[in-house]
């Protein structure tokens, strides 16, 4: 499917739907099987579901979700993996002022390119793990919490970074990471430290982290406005 005529299929199923002014993302795309927890509701992902601050993101394995932001930002999310909205603030239209992000992830792994937010010395963003937090500025990363399943490497919270300046830390101390470079915590007393042996090194594990060529290498993709999804029967 062609990226135009991709964004057009996402188009004209958000028209299907009513508006939902709070909705800060949405799903570009998703390939397998997925839910989002929100509130007492348990709602299946479908490309155009809108995603909102309290969301919990589950992609079940051999899966992948595909998520856009209001500042620009795309996440990829391959299965298994639970992914947590915390907080996303974006000042009003036409003000100025600081904005932020806050993630959880909570398991398994996900790839991003940041948006808007990260790019102000006074925007807070976030992605918060059981071992360590990332905090980035204009940047682009790849992040897994691998518990027993990490393609030959030790369980641990592993965070590659693509772009930018990648910063790990913990109560045990920092790490800056600068592109092509990976950090590893093992536990939260240990401090976040460089290694060279990855599941980032498998290449069937980092093909789950690519992004659909519809959205990398193309610019900033086009704007899909969310709306309030429907609750699966």
């Known amino acids: 499917m062609s990226r135009s005529s991709a964004f057009a299929h996402a188009a004209a199923a958000l028209a299907l739907l009513p508006l939902a002014a709070w909705a800060n993302g949405v799903v570009v795309s998703v390939e397998g099987k ?30 992948k979700v595909q998520l856009q932001f209001d500042d620009d ?6 299965g298994a993996a639970v992914l947590r909205v915390d907080a996303f603030e974006l000042p009003p239209e036409g003000a100025t002022g600081p904005a932020r992000a806050v993630y959880t992830l909570v398991d398994g792994g996900l790839r991003t390119i940041t948006g808007r ?6 925007d807070v963003y976030e992605l918060h793990t059981d071992l360590a937090t990332v905090t980035v500025k204009g940047s682009a990363y790849a992040a897994v919490r691998c ?41 939260p007393e240990s401090a976040p430290g ?20 519809r959205l990398e290498g193309a610019g900033e993709p086009p704007r899909i406005e969310p709306e309030t999804p429907v609750s699966p029967s």
């Open 147 to 187: 518990r027993t399943q990490c393609a030959g490497a030790k369980p641990g919270l592993y965070v590659r970074a693509d772009q930018g300046l990648i910063t790990v830390g913990n109560g045990a101390g920092k790490l800056q990471l600068r592109p092509g470079e990976v950090g590893f915590v093992a536990t």
């Open 194 to 213: 460089r290694v060279q042996t990855s599941p980032f090194l498998d290449p069937v594990f980092a093909s789950g982290f690519a992004f659909d060529e």
């Open 73 to 78: 930002s795309l996440f990829t999310v391959p």
């Open 117 to 122: 937010i990260s790019k102000d010395a006074q």
């Open 34 to 63: 997925a839910a989002v927890e929100r509130g007492q509701q348990t709602l299946n992902v479908v490309e155009a579901l809108p995603v909102q601050p309290g969301d919990t993101l589950s992609v079940r394995e051999q899966s």
